[in-house]
């Protein structure tokens, strides 16, 4: 049993086929983790939907437990991070944070396990493309963020923070302002990287490690001693409801930090 | 292992336009409607707490009104029964005084009225008296005196005996 097979399938990425190509040679391919970004954004709009607008029993249930989470990052994220302007915003970080608790969750359904499923299963987030996307838009509302509060000037400004009133200010604002806004840009562009990799991470950190005690099965029993069982079941089990815990956290962490981000540019210094 | 740290240029577009839809998509579904019912239902808490604020500033207010009415209320009252007590005294005064008057002239009358009583009964008397005396002295020495010189000779015999007895 090849291990780096079996990590292969089920942490990468598959294509089915190219659905076209851009120019510049980039293919737009149907993956599986694409297919379940469609899945999820599918259940994302059925369920949500139905829970703002349905009127029986159980969605009314599931509009409690939506209206409390959207509540409390309405009121413990972006109101206090984004100030007044934040409602504009909010329904960005809503959708910022049940798409990617909703990828989380979706990438621990064995889906896989349904029979004639060609393929259909695993973390979009726990794919490198898919935060980087993710990643991406909030990099894009950093900007359009900051440009809408503070006017094109404002937000560059916002890059060379010099403070007024140094010593030989003629050639000090100019050299402190060059050297303030390449650490500046490196920083967002450090930030928007950290995004990436954290949410990655985080999601395929779990799957390696249950893998990894799912493997100690296999490759203590080649030695003739089968005890690894019981032992990789209480562990998978364990590391199973540490995902769900870093689902919901990861999720939570992502949409905080975006919120710090755009806050901190959105605001006035 | 290279591919899972590689990310594919194709998914990250995908991914942008996929998450950007839907965005739009749930904000017209879902936050719309949700966030528009949760803002609505807030604004109609925020309105009755402002009633209810207002409507017990209203009752605090009218109940100090109350209040200070019953305690206007209280010191009229409190002035009213002082000029009655006040007046009732006066009148008692005035009529006691009144009494007394009307009992003293009438003490005083009554004394005139036994002092006249008296004089009349003792000339009476002096009269009955002097007239019964004549007779008697008439008949003891038989001898019959006109009646002018009877009262002159009984008036001074009077006039001696008020004398003496003083």
């Not at chain 1, 292969?8 to 190219?18: E, I, M, V």
């Not at chain 1, 293919?27 to 599918?42: D, E, G, P, R």
């Not at chain 2, 949700?34 to 207002?54: H, N």
């Not at chain 2, 009307?102 to 009349?120: G, I, N, P, V, Y």
Request: net charge neutral; hydrophobic share 50%; with cysteine.
């Amino acid at each position: 049993m090849n291990i780096e097979q079996v990590l292969g399938h089920h942490l990468l990425d598959h294509s089915f086929f190219t659905l076209f190509t851009l120019p510049g040679g980039v293919a737009m391919n149907l993956t599986k983790h694409l297919v379940m970004i469609w899945l999820v954004s599918a259940f994302s709009v059925l369920s949500l939907g139905y829970a703002a607008r349905g009127t029986g029993p159980a969605a009314r249930i599931l509009r409690g437990g939506v209206e409390t989470l959207a509540l409390y990052i309405r009121d413990n994220i972006v109101d206090p991070l984004l100030g007044h302007d934040g409602h504009k915003y909010l329904h960005y970080f809503l959708t910022l944070f049940f798409f990617i608790f909703f990828c989380n969750l979706a990438g621990m359904l064995p889906l896989d396990a349904i029979p004639g499923n060609p393929g259909i299963s695993g973390t979009a987030t726990g794919n490198v493309g898919v935060t980087a996307g993710l990643a991406l838009c909030t990099l894009g509302l950093i900007v359009l963020g900051g440009v809408r509060a503070q006017g094109l000037i404002g937000f560059l400004k916002h890059f060379a923070p010099v403070p007024a009133g140094l010593p030989m200010s003629v050639i000090a604002t100019p050299v402190l302002g060059a050297v303030l806004f390449v650490i500046e840009i490196v920083g967002l562009a450090v930030k928007i990287f950290a995004l990436t990799i954290r949410l990655f991470a985080n999601m395929i950190a779990g799957h390696i490690v249950i893998i990894g005690f799912f493997s100690l099965i296999f490759i203590i029993g080649r030695s003739g001693v089968f005890v690894a069982g019981p032992f990789a079941l209480f562990m998978v089990t364990f590391v199973n409801c540490l995902e769900l815990l870093v689902a919901f956290l990861q999720a939570f962490i992502f949409t905080l930090l975006t919120a710090v981000f755009v806050g901190g540019v959105m605001q006035h210094h | 292992m290279d591919a899972l740290l590689n990310p594919d240029k194709g998914l990250i577009i995908w991914t942008i336009m996929s998450f950007l839809i839907l965005v739009g998509l749930l904000r017209a579904l879902a936050w719309g409607p949700l966030l528009g019912a949760v803002e609505a239902r807030e604004e109609k808490m925020r309105e009755e707490r402002e009633r209810a604020e207002k409507a017990r500033s209203e009752a605090e207010r009218i109940q100090g009104e109350l209040e200070a009415r019953l305690a206007k209320a209280a010191d009229e009252a409190k002035a009213v029964f002082a000029k009655v007590t006040a007046d009732a005294e006066v009148l008692r005064a005035r009529l006691k005084g009144e009494a007394e008057a009307e009992s003293k002239s009438m003490l005083d009358k009554t004394r005139a009225q036994l002092d006249e009583d008296k004089r009349r009964i003792v000339s009476d008397l002096r009269k009955e008296v002097s007239e019964l005396s004549l007779l008697a002295a008439e008949r003891l020495v038989k001898k019959s005196v006109d009646e002018a010189t009877q009262k002159a000779v009984l008036g001074q015999f009077f006039t001696e005996l008020a004398e003496k007895k003083n």
